[in-house]
């Protein structure tokens, strides 16, 4: 199975795709081998003082995540309709946020991750729009992922008496993911 690399309207398991980046019928494949999604680097506040030794990490935080997307333009008949994929390809870029919905060869489940505008410069050079031109996508998102939602416990009464024979104040919630 290919990975699944897909521009969508919403966090949910079954959402309206707007650009499939990873399909020969939207004109766009992904190259798997090069795809990075490195966490973002750590950001942090640190205070010092000249009457003790070492410092102190007052604070500390993710910045955004660069992702990066090595693309290639799939077989398409003529330049203009290689203008036609790359044109919706900006299009989705230019967004003020989107939605990127992740599911890498092998995983389970997909994981969502919010995008912001990106800046881009494709050069619409008649010679560039062949076959297997590739193209180096670098998003700007959110530090995190997000996977679809998960159902609460439902059904459970606790009790507030601690001689309850049964959830006496408090109840085991197993099977947590994350």
Do not use: W
Request: some cysteine; proline content about 6%; glycine content about 6%.
């Amino acid at each position: 199975m290919a990975s699944t690399v897909q521009f969508v309207d919403s966090i949910t398991s079954s959402p309206t795709v707007r650009l499939d980046l990873n399909s020969a019928s939207s004109g766009l494949m992904v190259d798997e081998d090069g795809i990075d999604f490195s966490p973002p680097p750590t950001v942090s506040a640190i205070a010092s003082t000249m009457l003790m030794d070492g410092e102190h990490v007052a604070a500390s935080k993710r910045t955004n995540r660069v992702m990066k997307l090595p693309l290639k333009l799939a077989y398409t008949a003529t330049s203009d309709a290689a203008a036609t994929v790359l044109q919706n390809l900006g299009r989705e870029l230019d967004r003020p946020s989107n939605i990127l919905k992740l599911q890498l060869h092998g995983a389970t489940s997909p994981v969502f991750v919010r995008t912001f505008r990106t800046s881009y410069s494709l050069l619409m050079l008649r010679l560039l729009l062949t076959e297997n031109t590739s193209i180096g996508l670098e998003l700007n998102a959110e530090p995190y992922a997000l996977g679809l939602l998960e159902t609460p416990v439902s059904g459970v009464t606790v009790s507030t008496d601690p001689a309850a024979v049964s959830n006496a104040c408090f109840v085991d919630v197993t099977g947590v993911k994350g």
